[in-house]
T-cell receptor, first 115, second 114 residues
Framework: AQTVTQSQPEMSVQEAETVTLSCTYD???????LFWYKQPPSRQMILVIR??????QNATENRFSVNFQKAAKSFSLKISDSQLGDTAMYFC????????????FGGGTRLMVKP | DTGVSQNPRHKITKRGQNVTFRCDPI?????LYWYRQTLGQGPEFLTY????????KSRLLSDRFSAERPKGSFSTLEIQRTEQGDSAMYLC????????????FGPGTRLTVT
């Protein structure tokens, strides 16, 4: 079974600064995808960024980037130039590549961006 | 709006009553997923459909829970004899294919059992 752990229940950052959210996971499989999802207050969950485990290059989407360390089973999210609209719950998630039908989520990190 | 929709958005029911939720996926998506999210936690997988076939169910899905997806379009999730522990947000997601494809989430149905 796969597990995902987010060790930071809450974090805060000043607007325009950079923040890094941590995620570790455990699996015996080699082929999988990792995701960061954002869930703003009272709004639906949206995908922020995706990483294929077979790719060594870290994924980047505008102000969002990841640090994927496969051997360490670590997948952190860096948000640069934080904006007030980044305030949300952030969930790290995992899915197997070949037999994956369900996302396994971590417990989430509540991020507050302060003006 | 062509996203995933869920109805109702909120449901308050008394313990022991039955409730049914509806999910309308993005029209061209053949996969549909149900997750449950309790307060302050990440979503947990409940069940998954490919077209009209229910292909996987979590152990969380007790015999009081049943899900259907007739004709491979919308889906319903029914909870019979609700318990206070069923209080949660029930999320629906859909995707065009397997693991490589993004799952798009609906806004959820928040169930409160009193």
């Amino acid at each position: 079974a796969q597990t995902v752990t987010q060790s930071q229940p809450e974090m805060s950052v000043q607007e325009a600064e950079t923040v890094t959210l941590s995620c570790t996971y455990d699996t015996s499989e080699n082929n999988y995808y990792l995701f960061w999802y954002k869930q703003p207050p009272s709004r639906q969950m949206i995908l922020v960024i995706r990483q294929e485990a077979y790719k060594q290059q870290n994924a980047t989407e505008n102000r969002f980037s990841v640090n994927f360390q496969k051997a360490a089973k670590s997948f952190s999210l860096k948000i640069s130039d934080s904006q007030l609209g980044d305030t949300a719950m952030y969930f790290c998630a995992f899915i197997l590549r070949n037999a994956g039908n369900m996302l396994t989520f971590g417990g989430g990190t509540r991020l507050m961006v302060k003006p | 709006d062509t996203g995933v929709s869920q109805n109702p958005r909120h449901k308050i029911t008394k313990r022991g009553q039955n409730v049914t939720f509806r999910c309308d996926p993005i029209s061209e998506h053949n996969r549909l997923y149900w997750y449950r999210q309790t307060l302050g936690q990440g979503p947990e997988f409940l069940t998954y459909f490919q077209n009209e076939a229910q292909l996987e169910k979590s152990r969380l899905l007790s015999d009081r829970f049943s899900a259907e997806r007739p004709k491979g379009s919308f889906s319903t999730l029914e909870i019979q004899r609700t318990e206070q522990g069923d209080s949660a947000m029930y999320l629906c997601a859909s995707s065009f294919g397997g693991a490589a494809y993004e799952q798009y989430f609906g806004p959820g149905t928040r169930l409160t059992v009193t």
